[in-house]
């Protein structure tokens, strides 16, 4: 799991892969791990394994983007040296399918779909699994990838985790994650809250990384602005506290179509502070909200957005036995273990 990163385990990549080696580590008395910023180290720990080891499966969480040589040596290296074990891999970023760039420069730019295309048919030749987040993520990964392959697909959505909860928080909403205006819907959000505030006193709080909040001047000058904007930065050990000082989460992005197929780390952390959601209607994770029945699915209009989040807080005020039941059922049904079973599922079916 080569996203364990020292000192980053506020990103969703990190969470993930930390939670998933705490779940393997529970089930298993023996767990090798491949981990390390440099590839080279990874490669090399991946040599040290003894051949006569039989191993259950092997499991992998790819980087995003492109996979360096070593990384793509290694993956190659494990199919020759241990040649019946069966390989799953998560598969967990797609930008490059919606030409969306995070690189400088026009050639490199021209060049990553086409090497991330190859990429992905070079792991179809090496895994006998690979999962996705959704349904239709997976749909999206298949067009890129022969009729004719031998590869399984299989979902494999993020999960909660058991944690403490204030049963009574203060009537506030929670946003945590990117600030963008491009995937957050970060504008549209503010827009609502200030809809909200005209009707009454509602706090947002809201966590983003401290770089990217430097970064940006329309949420800096709304935090100059308004009284019921609370601006955090927060770790994997300190964001508790902020969640047990709200009572609804929302997820207001809408714009760009790549958000559409996933299903954000942070819809699983909301879940598992057992917090209803106001979602704007936009594919995934509204699609899972909805299935649940764990809150309201909005436009993209901030007036409507506004007038589900006032509903939610009445309701929340009225302490919804209903609402609570599922979204207690919802997380019981996606934890985290949940995720290591179904990876043991279809790992060691023949």
Not at 27 to 49: A, D, H, M, T
Not at 92 to 110: L, P, V
Not at 182 to 198: A, Q, R, T, W
Request: with cysteine; proline share 4%.
């Amino acid at each position: 799991m080569s996203d364990i990163l020292p000192g980053k385990n506020f990103s969703g990549p990190t969470v993930r892969s930390l939670e998933m080696l705490k779940e393997f580590r529970l089930k298993y008395e023996s767990v090798e791990v491949i981990i390390g910023e440099n590839p080279k180290e990874r490669l090399r720990q991946f040599q040290g394994l003894d051949s006569n080891q039989n191993y259950e499966y092997c499991y992998i969480e790819l980087k995003v983007g492109v996979t360096r040589f070593y990384d793509t040596l290694l993956i190659s290296s494990i199919r020759k040296k241990f040649k019946n074990i069966k390989i799953g891999m998560y598969y967990r970023d797609m930008y490059w399918a919606y030409n969306i760039n995070f690189n400088e420069g026009k050639i490199r730019s021209f060049f990553v779909p086409i090497v991330n295309k190859l990429y992905l048919k070079f792991l179809d030749k090496n895994a006998d699994i690979i999962f996705g987040q959704s349904e239709s993520f997976s749909k999206k990964m298949k067009e890129y990838i022969p009729k004719s392959n031998k590869t399984k697909f299989a979902i494999l959505p993020p999960g909660c985790e058991t944690v403490s909860i204030n049963e009574s928080p203060p009537l506030a909403v929670i946003y945590v994650g990117e600030i963008d205006n491009i995937f957050s819907g970060i504008e549209l959000l503010i827009e609502s809250m200030k809809l909200v505030n005209l009707q009454r006193e509602v706090n947002l709080n809201l966590v983003c990384r401290s770089n990217e909040y430097n970064n940006n001047n329309f949420l800096i000058e709304a935090n100059k602005q308004y009284k019921w904007l609370n601006i955090h930065h927060a770790t994997k050990e300190t964001i508790n506290t902020i969640y047990n000082k709200s009572s609804v989460a929302v997820i207001p992005r809408y714009k760009d179509e790549y958000t559409k197929i996933c299903l954000p780390i942070k819809l699983f952390e909301y879940i598992s502070f057992e917090l209803p959601i106001i979602s704007v209607d936009h594919g995934e994770a509204s699609r899972f909200i909805t299935e649940y029945q764990i809150g309201y699915i909005s436009s993209k209009k901030p007036m409507d957005l506004a007038n589900k989040i006032l509903k939610m807080i009445n309701i929340k005020e009225k302490e919804n036995d209903y609402l609570q039941f599922n979204l207690k059922k919802c997380k019981e049904e996606n934890m985290w273990q949940n995720r290591i079973e179904k990876i043991d599922e279809i790992l060691k079916s023949n």
